[in-house]
Every structure is written in structure tokens, then in C-alpha cells.
């Protein structure tokens, strides 16, 4: 081969290889997944700061008053004897008059509908509550309007992870359904919705509200 022939194939070589490396660093479809760090970190999905609530809410879940700190739990309740689970304190919570709960020693619980104004921190309560049994909620409106999500599992997956770890306890549940990452929070006001779909692309994650605006 001669000299001339010998650069002509180094240089194909060369170029071949400069576009498999732009291939492979770009991903399938020639554009890389969005990542946390493709938002300003005041943006980022753990610094998302819903604005409060200007009515009251309303909020589903287990009354747990524990010698009178009494809190309302959306996410896992441990079935012990009595149950243990970790929620948001409740303020003006009385049992006068309220049927459908159990006592064991200095703690009292029960599932209700909970109605109150949220400060950010806690709930003071504005209304007698319902017993969950007797509790008849107007079905929240599917956001997906009934549209399957296109992300892959795999891609999924690493999302879910990802907001496990950032938001530890602030993430009520994370798990994935219909080709979404479904992530329910305490509340959101379209901010925290708007931060995951700035991170991690629309129609990948779906923000949910544990207490919802009613006044």
C-alpha cells in the first residue's frame, strides 16, 4: 500500500471512530436524557417550593394521636398494635364526637377525611372529620387522560431511584404505573411538577397531591 493510500485509510478510521464516540455519548434518538444537572440548582426537583394553599384542604388518611400530638398519615402505616406511621401534625384535633376510632394505652387512631389550613408545616383543623367508611371523594381527574407513557422500564427505574433518593421523606410514594413514575407529595400547587418535567422531560413523571385545595 502506498503512503498516500496508508493516510486515506487512517483518516477514514479516524472519522469513523469520531462519530461511533458522538453516537454513543448522545444515546438512541441522538439526544441524551435530561438529568438534574441540565436546570439551574435553584430549579432542582429537591429545592421546588409550592406556594401555600390559600383555603382549606382536605386530606385522606390515619389520625395517629400519640398522648395527644396528634398527626395525619398518607403513606405506609405499620400494623402493630398500636399502629406506627409518620405524617403531618394536626392542631384543634378533638375525638369529642367522633365515632370510628381505636385506643390502646395513650394512643388513639382512626382512617378519616381531615379538613383544615396547611401553613406548610401543619394542619389545623376547620372541620369535623369523616370517617373514610362513610367518606364519598369526587375521583380526582386522571392527568394522563388515559394515555399510556412511552419511557421505557429501564429508564423508569432509574428516574424512580433517583427521586427516592433526593427526596427521601418528602416523597409520600414513588413507584411506576403505566409508563409514568407516579410521585405523590404532601402538597403541590403545579411547582414540583413543573420542576420534574424541567428535569426529567413532560409525560415522564406524574406529580400527585396528598391534600387538595377545596375553598
Do not use: H
Not at 398518607?74 to 385506643?103: H, N, Q, R
Amino acid at each position: 500500500m502506498s503512503t498516500s493510500q496508508r493516510r486515506l485509510s487512517l483518516a477514514a478510521a479516524s472519522v469513523v471512530g469520531l462519530l461511533l464516540l458522538s453516537a454513543c455519548a448522545s444515546g438512541p434518538g441522538g439526544s441524551p436524557a435530561p438529568t438534574s444537572t441540565t436546570v439551574p440548582s435553584d430549579q432542582l426537583l429537591e429545592n421546588a417550593s409550592p406556594g401555600l394553599p390559600e383555603g382549606r384542604v382536605i386530606g385522606t388518611g390515619t389520625v395517629l394521636d400519640v398522648g395527644g400530638d396528634v398527626q395525619l398519615c398518607f403513606g405506609a402505616v405499620a400494623l402493630s398494635a398500636p399502629p406506627k406511621c409518620s405524617g403531618i401534625p394536626v392542631d384543634d384535633w378533638t375525638w369529642d364526637g367522633v365515632d370510628g376510632s381505636e385506643t390502646s394505652g395513650d394512643t388513639t387512631w382512626g382512617t378519616y377525611a381531615v379538613y383544615g389550613m396547611y401553613d406548610g408545616e401543619r394542619i389545623t383543623n376547620t372541620d369535623p372529620p369523616i370517617m373514610l367508611a362513610l367518606f364519598d371523594p369526587i375521583a380526582p381527574e386522571d392527568p394522563t387522560d388515559g394515555v399510556e407513557g412511552t419511557t421505557s422500564e429501564d429508564e423508569l427505574a432509574r428516574v424512580q431511584d433517583d427521586i427516592s433518593t433526593r427526596l427521601g421523606a418528602d416523597a409520600v410514594t414513588v413507584m411506576t404505573d403505566r409508563g409514568y413514575v407516579w410521585l405523590q407529595v404532601l402538597w403541590d400547587d403545579g411547582t414540583i411538577q413543573d420542576a420534574v418535567d424541567a428535569e426529567f422531560g413532560e409525560g415522564v413523571v406524574v406529580v400527585t397531591s396528598s391534600l387538595r385545595e377545596i375553598d
